[in-house]
């Protein structure tokens, strides 16, 4: 019978024996490197401020944080100036106008409109006044009837005097009164237009 041979893995596995031990330590104090190994690259300090990304990479300014930016805040615009305040229509003017010594360039009668079509007729009329220089305009509401519900033709008697006074109309009008009765009395008002290069 031929022998049996040993497996690869029985002789490679085995343990040195105590002379093979002491052989190999002498064979490795005798193995002397052909160089020095490379010293140990270290890796250099990041830090990264929470404002900002940029990286320090110097150890030195490490611990010194980058001031974030602030942030711009936009500027705000300015606020549109307010309208001219009216000044009222003086006694000596109102008696100019109802003697006829001051003239009296437009008229208007609102009678049978609606409030939207009366403001903006009133509207349209002053700003063509005040581009043609007039000076005086006579507005006619109607006085409305006692025993008229609200929502009449009564109701531009009570509206026109607040729309005049609103920054809107304060554009065109420098001042208003209540006209004298040859005018229409209670029921009309006169109005004095503003100089174009006043207004605002």
Known sequence: MKPVAKPVSDWRLRSLTPDEEDLWSLVARSVRPLRPLPAARKAPHLTIDAGTTAA???????????AAPEPKVAARPPRPASPPALSPIMRKEKQKLARG????????????MT?????????????RCQADGAKFVLVITGKGLP???????GVLRRQVPQWL??????????????????HGGEGALYVRVRKAKMAR
């Open 56 to 66: 320090v990479r110097d150890p030195a300014r490490a611990t010194k944080k980058v």
């Open 101 to 112: 010594h001051d003239m009296i360039d437009a008229r208007i009668d609102l009678h049978g």
């Open 115 to 127: 409030q939207t079509e009366a403001h903006a007729a009133l509207r349209s009329l002053l700003q």
């Open 147 to 153: 025993n008229e519900p609200f929502g009449g033709r």
């Open 165 to 182: 006074a609103l920054p809107e109309f304060r554009r065109y009008v420098a001042g208003f009164d209540v006209a004298h009765a040859g």
